[in-house]
Structure formats: structure tokens, C-alpha cells
């Protein structure tokens, strides 16, 4: 079975499926911008960083992507993808189920928002042995993730959902109970990773 378990592990590193995995994450970040053209049009221009939550999320995740395809790294970015790509996959789901028991109907569009932002955040999970990022990096990722709950619920500038805008304050809650989440899963992966990070950073200095 552990046996099986590095086969995968490696697999996911190999470069042709790194590549593809690129690809498929810009071109999601693209049309996740696209998306949210409507709401960023109307957005106050010292708001637009923290409006389009999840394509920011997935481009964090196709810039480690694209490091580790040319070999390099950047901590904070991997701390950033793993806490943003699992907290935005995970809401986004739970919005549209909402919007469905709320309406009764969300459309193909609506499913394909579901299943694509599930895989948003399994995708995190599923690299959780090649992450090298460290408590720091993982505690500046936090201080991000919880200003941008700052800016979405305290300045108004959530995503807007027309269907569930009465139940913003209900949202807003369970928003920051899912970043402590997400971060405190970061933290523990910083930790589980910890000694590989080390050996990483000896290695370097050796160069």
C-alpha cells in the first residue's frame, strides 16, 4: 500500500502531468477573471485584489506549478495556494449547494462551478508531501486569508450570490471559521513537512 502511495506521490511531480495540470489551472484563473468581470467593473479600485477570490487562489497554484516545473520554489506562494485553493474550492461548493436548497435549481453552469471547485481544492490536498513551506510562510498566508474576509464581509466586497444576499452575516461567520480551518491545516502540514523543508534549505546553501 506505501508502496502505491510514493508511486502516486512521484507521479504527480512528473512533468508532462505538471504541464497539463498548468495548463488546466490558467486557463480556470483566466476564466474565473472573466467571470467576475461584472462585479470587478463596479468595484472601487483599492477593492479589486480582493474581489475575485478564487481565480487569485488558482493562480497562486499555477505559479508553484510553473516554479516547480523550472525547479525553483516559493514558500509563501505554496502556503498561499494551499490555504486559498482549499478554502475557495470548499466555499464555493457549499454556496452553490446553498443557492440550489435555496432555489431549487442551479443549472449545469451551477454543477460545473460544484465539481470544478471541489477539484480546486483536492488538488491541494492531493500535493500535500510536496509542499516545503514553513510556519512563517504559513502565518503570512493567514494574515492574507483573514484580511480578505476583513475586506469581503466587514467592506462588502464578497462575491456577490443575488439569491443568498440575506444570509451575508450567516456567511460571513461560517467564512472565518473555514480560514481557521484551512490555515490550522497548513500549520500542520508546515509541521509534517518540516523535516523535508530542512533538508531542502541544506541543500541549497550547499550549492
Same mark, same amino acid.
Given at each position: 500500500?506505501?508502496?502505491?502511495?510514493?508511486?502516486?506521490?512521484?507521479?504527480?511531480?512528473?512533468?508532462?502531468?505538471?504541464?497539463?495540470?498548468?495548463?488546466?489551472?490558467?486557463?480556470?484563473?483566466?476564466?474565473?477573471?472573466?467571470?467576475?468581470?461584472?462585479?470587478?467593473?463596479?468595484?472601487?479600485?483599492?477593492?479589486?485584489?480582493?474581489?475575485?477570490?478564487?481565480?487569485?487562489?488558482?493562480?497562486?497554484?499555477?505559479?508553484? /506549478?510553473? +516554479? @516547480?516545473?523550472? !525547479?525553483?520554489?516559493?514558500? #509563501?506562494?505554496?502556503? &498561499?495556494? $494551499?490555504?486559498?485553493?482549499?478554502?475557495?474550492?470548499?466555499?464555493?461548493?457549499?454556496?452553490?449547494? /446553498?443557492? +440550489? @436548497?435555496?432555489? !431549487?435549481?442551479?443549472?449545469? #453552469?451551477?454543477?460545473? &462551478?460544484? $465539481?470544478?471547485?471541489?477539484?480546486?481544492?483536492?488538488?491541494?490536498?492531493?500535493?500535500?508531501?510536496?509542499?516545503?513551506?514553513?510556519?512563517?510562510?504559513?502565518?503570512?498566508?493567514?494574515?492574507?486569508? &483573514?484580511?480578505?474576509?476583513?475586506?469581503?464581509?466587514?467592506?462588502?466586497?464578497?462575491?456577490?450570490?443575488?439569491?443568498?444576499?440575506?444570509?451575508?452575516?450567516?456567511?460571513?461567520?461560517?467564512?472565518?471559521?473555514?480560514?481557521?480551518?484551512?490555515?490550522?491545516?497548513?500549520?500542520?502540514?508546515?509541521?509534517?513537512?518540516?523535516?523535508?523543508?530542512?533538508?531542502?534549505?541544506?541543500?541549497?546553501?550547499?550549492?
Amino acid at each position: 500500500m506505501l508502496s502505491f502511495v510514493n508511486k502516486i506521490s512521484a507521479w504527480l511531480m512528473f512533468k508532462p502531468f505538471l504541464l497539463l495540470l498548468f495548463i488546466i489551472n490558467l486557463a480556470g484563473t483566466i476564466y474565473g477573471y472573466i467571470w467576475y468581470g461584472w462585479q470587478l467593473a463596479i468595484t472601487e479600485p483599492k477593492y479589486l485584489i480582493f474581489v475575485p477570490d478564487s481565480p487569485t487562489a488558482s493562480l497562486f497554484f499555477t505559479i508553484v /506549478l510553473g +516554479l @516547480w516545473l523550472i !525547479g525553483k520554489r516559493s514558500s #509563501l506562494i505554496e502556503a &498561499l495556494a $494551499f490555504i486559498t485553493l482549499i478554502k475557495y474550492g470548499l466555499w464555493a461548493v457549499v454556496m452553490n449547494l /446553498l443557492t +440550489l @436548497w435555496q432555489t !431549487g435549481d442551479i443549472g449545469w #453552469l451551477g454543477w460545473m &462551478l460544484v $465539481f470544478s471547485h471541489f477539484a480546486m481544492a483536492l488538488q491541494a490536498v492531493l500535493y500535500i508531501d510536496h509542499y516545503r513551506f514553513g510556519w512563517f510562510a504559513a502565518a503570512l498566508a493567514a494574515v492574507w486569508t &483573514l484580511h480578505n474576509d476583513v475586506i469581503d464581509y466587514v467592506f462588502g466586497q464578497m462575491p456577490i450570490y443575488s439569491s443568498l444576499a440575506e444570509y451575508s452575516d450567516q456567511i460571513g461567520y461560517f467564512t472565518f471559521w473555514l480560514s481557521i480551518a484551512c490555515i490550522s491545516f497548513a500549520l500542520f502540514v508546515a509541521w509534517l513537512n518540516k523535516p523535508a523543508a530542512f533538508q531542502l534549505t541544506n541543500t541549497d546553501q550547499t550549492k
